[in-house]
């Protein structure tokens, strides 16, 4: 938007807030040498809230790509011009979800379009077929939120509460910062050998994306760093960063290895629903 962004983002890690600072610091580093200007770019500190996946990650979808229409001098324009005025948004992750040939890729459109039949052609054009009923009859997920934080059903906020935040936290505003965090690599090698049937010393003696695989997982999903990750693999540290990168090229040509990885990634999510 013009003062300010959406984002709908899903980490492992609990690691939000450290994601957030990178990406300010280096934005404003970069916007300020585009524009020759110093200083903070940012007012205050971003609002987060933690979502229900299985009953609010679309929704929310389709409420972020709804703002561009919210805006005053829209608010008793002809639903047609509203329309017109969403799908024409240069700055904003639809196009890509309407149009393959229009997509970035850092962006996950299956998670979305996974709740419209697939990111297919009819599943993409559900989706703009519900963005379009959207316009006409409103969409708004504020009223669902709770303690400013929190985006889920009952089931779901009392399960965080009592799995993660502290018994002194219950006061009505708990903090989704609060979560914690880190799976244990024990746990990720578990599930590694019970889908591939290889163990921690096979996984060593592999030279391919089984081994990549790994890596990828424990950095991600448990947090370890290319030191660590190398001595549980038995690779120089140097050596773990190439190899994820070499991982995300096979797995953009390789949909068995995809499917792999979004399965255990599934499995190893610290919000079970």
């Known amino acids: ?58 929704v929310l979808s389709r409420y972020i790509h709804l703002n561009p229409i919210r805006l005053k001098k829209l608010e008793k324009a002809p639903e047609a011009e509203r329309v017109a005025t969403l799908f024409d948004y240069r700055w904003s992750s639809l196009p890509g979800y309407l149009d393959k040939l229009k997509r970035e890729g850092m962006i996950d459109y299956t998670l979305v379009l996974s709740d419209y039949g697939g990111d297919t052609e009819k599943g993409r054009k ?9 316009v006409g009859e409103g969409l708004d997920v504020n009223e669902d ?12 906020i009392q399960w965080v509460k009592e799995t993660f935040l502290e018994e ?8 989704a910062g609060e979560i914690k965090r880190y799976q244990q690599k024990e746990r990720i090698l578990a599930l590694i050998e019970k889908e591939t049937g290889k163990d921690l010393e096979a996984l060593r003696k592999e030279k391919g994306d089984l081994r990549r ?11 370890l760093r290319g030191p660590e990750i190398g001595v549980q693999l038995g690779v120089d540290y ?10 995300r090229e096979h797995v953009a040509q390789d949909r068995k290895l995809k499917e792999m990885m979004h399965r255990l990634e599934g499995l190893l999510s610290i919000i079970k629903i």
Not at 145 to 156: A, C, H, N, R
Not at 238 to 247: D, G, M, P, Y
């Open 145 to 156: 939120v709770f303690g400013q934080s929190i985006l889920g059903s009952g089931d779901f």
């Open 213 to 223: 695989l790994a890596m990828d997982l424990l950095y991600r999903c448990g947090g």
């Open 126 to 134: 559900a989706y703009r077929n519900q963005l379009i009923a959207d």
């Open 168 to 175: 002194s936290e219950t006061r009505e505003q708990p903090s």
């Open 1 to 58: 938007m013009n003062n300010h962004f959406h984002l709908l983002v899903e980490t492992p890690l609990g690691n939000l807030a450290e994601y957030m600072r990178h990406f300010n610091i280096t934005y404003t580093g970069f916007f300020n040498r585009q524009h020759r200007r110093v200083g903070h770019l940012y007012q205050g500190r971003y609002k987060s809230i933690l979502v229900e996946k299985e009953a609010y990650l679309s």
């Open 238 to 247: 140097s050596a773990v960063s190439q190899e994820r990168k070499r991982l």
